[in-house]
């Protein structure tokens, strides 16, 4: 699966877009053009044909504009976007980005199917459906309705929840934390998050992929990406569901099915990701490693120092290090003295040999 004419669209079009500043086609279109969006953008609306929309041309169906759209944004009932798609057909439009629902997440999964295989044997990239939209700061695209438009940075964040996105997007504000790339999956009918690896492993923009998954659709091959990746770059997953009752609820939330946890756990680890127990712990970790690359190497490695208030909080750092297989290193005697002559004179200054 190709996806750069997704993540560099030069052309898209709002199915569903409306004069109403309450829709979301409308929220869409305006965060499209608030973006600074440089492509060829096109309102699609019948009750609006041959007028305009936030000044943007409008047209009654996809399939009347003449040129191959990069990316067709749907935000309809759910029921009627298989005929989009048959309009997406006949315009050749390369990729689909459903927002709306009512697919998988509440039971209605030969319709999500049916979409599926039109868009797989008509080489449509499908994004969602039942999903926030995307973001791509590079590209001054913001392809959702979220609220505001982030930063650019090195961050590749994919999440299964838009409520997680919209929860990132607030922290990284406050935090001045940019994004390359901002993915919303939704059901993942088309679009996963082993497409969005394959495709970025190499992208110079993206130094970190930080994942939220209710489920994995291809484990074996989603540890072999993560394999290839981690040495040369930051992988943070955050997957929820190691309950029952947590299982149950992803799979009324996007019609997935949570692993097994302590089998995944495992496989994250000898892989090389960092996996997360919670949206705090995602949150800290990203917030650690960007700074740390504004003024050091991307690969932070494994050795680490414990700089703490008190000598229990140490001991107890000194265990988790070790259950994340993580190396204290010794501070050489030269740094020992520079950080004695800095320090208060009750700090204590030493290596892990001496804790023990």
């Excluded at 169906?61 to 040129?67: D, R, T």
């Excluded at 050749?92 to 039109?118: H, P, Y």
């Excluded at 939704?186 to 998050?193: F, H, Q, R, V």
């Excluded at 970025?200 to 993560?226: H, M």
Aim: aromatic share 6%; net charge negative; proline share 4%.
């Amino acid at each position: 699966m190709n996806l750069q004419s997704f993540f560099h669209p030069k052309s898209i079009a709002v199915i569903g877009a409306s004069d109403n500043p309450d829709k979301l086609g409308h929220i869409i279109l305006q965060n499209l053009l608030e973006s600074n969006f440089q492509g060829q953008l096109y309102a699609v609306n019948p009750k609006h044909d041959k007028t305009t929309i936030l000044k943007t041309p409008c047209v009654a169906n996809l399939s009347g504009i003449k040129e191959a759209i990069d990316i067709a944004i749907i935000v309809i009932p759910g029921k009627f976007v298989e005929s989009i798609i048959d309009e997406a057909i006949i315009n050749k439009t390369k990729n689909c980005l459903i927002i709306s629902a009512g697919f998988g997440e509440v039971g209605n999964r030969s319709l999500e199917t049916t979409i599926k295989v039109k868009c797989q044997k008509n080489n449509i990239n499908l994004l969602g459906p039942n999903c926030l939209g995307a973001i791509f700061p590079y590209a001054n695209c913001n392809a959702s309705f979220a609220d505001g438009f982030p930063q650019k940075g090195n961050i590749c964040f994919i999440s299964q929840s838009g409520a997680f996105c919209t929860a990132t997007l607030d922290w990284a504000n406050e935090k001045n934390i940019g994004f390359s790339h901002f993915i919303s999956l939704g059901n993942k009918a088309g679009i996963t998050e082993i497409d969005i690896l394959e495709n970025l492993a190499n992208d110079p923009q993206v130094d970190i992929f930080a994942f939220y998954l209710e489920s994995v659709e291809n484990g074996q091959k989603f540890l072999e990406q993560i394999e290839k990746i981690a040495p040369h770059k930051t992988i943070i997953i955050l997957e929820p569901g190691k309950s029952q009752k947590a299982i149950i609820a992803s799979s009324s939330h996007t019609g997935s099915l949570a692993p097994d946890a302590s089998v995944i756990t495992s496989a994250y680890r000898s892989s090389g990701a960092i996996q997360v127990e919670s949206m705090r712990e995602m949150f800290h970790i990203l917030e650690l490693i960007s700074l740390a690359q504004k003024n050091g190497p991307k690969n932070l490695g494994k050795n680490i120092a414990i700089l703490t208030n008190a000598g229990g909080v140490g001991v107890l750092a000194s265990d988790l290090s070790e259950e994340d297989c993580l190396n204290l290193v010794d501070i050489a005697p030269d740094q020992q003295e520079k950080l004695k002559a800095i320090l208060p004179d009750e700090a204590v200054v030493t290596n892990p040999i001496d804790i023990i």
